[in-house]
């Protein structure tokens, strides 16, 4: 029996004026999608509990079954396990983005990319390695990732600092987000000093040259303490892998026990090849008994408010992964699938929401004729179907439960 999860980052979304007031999930062109929604188990899930921020740490580890009010410590913990990263108890983890902060219409620093021009990650090794020179010491550490996203580990640190994540701040005065409370000086101090190292970088003076945004700034966030979960093969005694390109999703990959699968051309981004992605995930099918297979690609046209990209990537995913991985499931045998994103990203908000989300199953178990031809995967059809996980942690249990039905 074979067990997939398809996880479309941030497909779910609100409508969008551009797209004539349908979702991009509305206005794609995905007969592989419809025809799971249309011939399986449809429905919502909420992956975001109360009280939560709505990111895809949250998020993705709900969709692995692990109720994220008891196993969550924080994002950048998790992208350090990714990592190989070694934690001791007291250690803290910190996401660091390089960024591009320039001054605004009244002179006052705006957060004007997150993602520093998604800088390559041989410029941010260059970057990330004058900053270990400059700055690393007296338990402060520095830990090249990919792109924009890399990690600083403040060793026996504190936690307690407010953050705020920079993709929800594009546009905005970065003064009302600084840092603040424990921790925060020096926190506040490291930045000061990394502006300082970025100003006339050469990696930044060769962006500047070709009309690039420089990496300006370094930018903390989603801190916490080394978690501990139990593997899916101590809960469910699978075998399985992870396909992403982004270390926050390896990592909870890695925390749940599965085997990290790097495919050539993933990149975490629009132009990632999504072929490459579903032929690595059908060979580690045939050695596991479980796959997640993550696409970041529509969260980032989601973040860039760019409704008609997020479509393109819906559709890339539809063709290129989704229609190969049925006909490979087919001729493996008996299967059990789920499709969902982690949660929504609204082109309008520029940024994540906590809505509940589209999920839907399929399994070679399911009688014929029991699903509805009318359906489509989409966030209304979803919403109709009368099925509401208020707890998703528990849909990936469903997701098993239905695979099982015919042993």
Known sequence: MKYVIIHGDGMADWPCDELGGKTPLQAAHKPNMDAIAAQGQLGLVATIPAGMPPGSDVGTMTMLGYDPARYHTGRAPIEAASLGLEMGPRDVA?????????????????????????????????????????????????????????????????????????????????????????????????????????????????????????????????????????????????????????????????????????????????????????????????????????????????????????VQAIERIDELILGPMLAGLRAMGEFALLLMPDHATPCMLKTHSNDPVPFAILSSTMPLGSGNPDRRYTEADAAGAGIFFEHGYELIATLITSGLAAN
């Open 94 to 310: 910190f996401r660091m983005n390089l960024v591009a902060v320039t001054p605004g219409p009244d002179g006052a620093p705006i957060m004007q990319d997150f993602t520093a021009g998604h800088i390559t990650s041989a410029e941010a090794a260059a970057i990330v390695a004058d900053l270990r020179t400059g700055m690393a010491g007296d338990g402060i550490e520095f830990f090249n990732g990919v792109s924009y996203r890399h990690l600083m580990i403040w060793r026996e640190g504190l936690s307690g600092a407010k953050l705020t994540p920079p993709h929800d701040i594009t546009g905005q005065p970065i003064e009302p987000y600084l840092p603040a409370g424990e921790g925060a000086n020096r926190l506040r101090s490291l930045m000061d000093r990394a502006r300082e190292i970025l100003r006339d970088h050469r990696v930044n003076r060769d962006r500047r040259a070709a009309g690039k945004p420089p990496a300006s700034a370094i930018w903390f966030w989603g801190q916490g303490l080394r978690p501990a979960v139990p593997t899916l093969h101590d809960r469910f005694a699978l075998h399985g892998a992870c396909i992403s390109a982004v270390d926050l999703v390896n990592g909870l990959g890695r925390l749940a026990g599965l085997e990290i699968v790097t495919v050539p051309g993933a990149t975490g981004f629009l132009d990632t090849d999504y072929a490459a992605k579903g032929r690595y995930g059908l060979d580690a099918l045939r050695r596991k008994d479980f796959l997640l297979l993550h696409i970041e690609a529509p969260d980032e046209a989601g973040h860039m408010g760019r409704a008609d990209l997020k």
